[in-house]
């Protein structure tokens, strides 16, 4: 069984005094990661210094991804990219800037059967964003899969979110970057853990 804690981002103080808890199965799904059939197999096309911009129905910059290096594989419907830098904006609050030293872009399908981007980041993951009125917030892992069209994220390997208020580690995560509401997961060898700075009791 897994443990969960739900908050919002980056309301941390009040996991430590209400969090709330659910005792529920494991149902985070992570896609896998795609393979190439032959790892020897030359890219489709090979490229440096690449950024791609994806827009809104109203022109508006939805996300925008630059990356060192690319390589693209065409019969696998798979990019891969060397220090991916992705600006991923909000309709309803502050963009998200997230970077890894790797990772790679491919295509699935989603519960509507519609095609749907996902970003792997992978190796030293970083993703911030910083709140007018709540500051900044830092997420951290080395994995975590970006799903742009619908602004979540998630994450099956250890991440730590630091704030303002203070620190958590947990065993894995999922996250609306839309609102901001994050779901942590906690394994017997890594709970869910906060530690808040002494200058919140201060200002308590």
Not at 52 to 57: H, K, M
Not at 103 to 120: A, L, R, W
Request: aromatic share 4%; net charge negative.
């Amino acid at each position: 069984m897994a443990i969960l804690n739900r908050f919002v981002l980056p309301a941390l103080a009040a996991l430590t005094i209400a969090a709330l808890l659910w005792l529920l199965t494991d149902d985070t799904v992570v896609e896998p990661e795609p393979e190439i059939e032959d790892e020897q197999q030359e890219p489709d096309v090979l490229a440096s210094g690449v950024s791609f911009q994806q827009l809104r129905p109203d022109g508006q910059l939805h996300y925008r991804l630059n990356a060192e290096t690319i390589r693209q594989y065409n019969s696998d419907n798979l990019t891969r990219m060397n220090n991916p830098d992705l600006h991923l904006t909000s309709e309803n609050g502050p963009p998200w800037d997230i970077k890894s030293r790797q990772g790679n872009v491919s295509q699935h399908t989603d519960d509507d059967g519609s095609p749907e981007d996902v970003v792997h980041l992978s190796e030293d993951v970083e993703m911030i964003q910083t709140h007018p009125e709540n500051g900044l917030v830092v997420m951290r892992s080395e994995s975590i899969y970006i799903y742009p069209n619908r602004q979540y994220a998630e994450s099956s390997q250890n991440v730590m979110i630091d704030t303002e208020v203070g620190r958590t580690v947990a065993a894995g995560m999922s996250a609306d970057l839309e609102t901001g509401v994050v779901t942590l997961k906690s394994n017997p060898q890594q709970r869910v853990h906060t530690i808040v700075l002494p200058e919140q009791f201060k200002k308590s």
